[in-house]
């Protein structure tokens, strides 16, 4: 069984920053490819980034040249650099891994962007 921890949720104002990060632990098999969802109420989730282990990217046209995403794959931790924030940008965003031994899930972190 493989647990991801995400963290960096929270409050902040329109035009702020902030850092999301998910700390993969457990039976860890090779992971592929690690990613951000978000997910607001009567959506579906939708992707808002992922990375390869080998480091290639892609985002979400919405956020493109505003977050960031980066990973340590020592660490099994993947991280979301979120900039210039718009309060569309206010969801829950979860964490997820593509691994050999199955695909999981973070249990989501909230990002409210409001003033």
């Known amino acids: 069984q493989v647990q991801l921890v995400e963290s960096g949720g929270g409050l902040v104002q329109p035009g702020g920053s902030l850092r999301l990060s998910c700390a993969a632990s457990?039976?860890?098999?090779?992971?592929?490819?690690m990613a951000w969802y978000r997910q607001t109420p009567g959506k579906q989730r939708e992707l808002v980034a992922g990375?390869?282990?080998?480091?290639?990217?892609n985002y979400a046209d919405s956020v493109k040249g505003r977050f960031t995403i980066s990973r340590d794959n020592a660490k099994n931790t993947v991280y979301l650099q979120m900039n210039s924030l718009k309060p569309e940008d206010t969801a829950v965003y979860y964490c997820?891994?593509?691994?050999?031994?199955?695909?999981?899930w973070g249990q989501g972190t909230q990002v409210t962007v409001s003033s």
């Open positions: 997820n891994a593509d691994t050999a031994g199955g695909v999981y």
């Open positions: 457990g039976s860890i098999f090779t992971v592929y490819r």
């Open positions: 990375i390869t282990r080998g480091g290639s990217t």
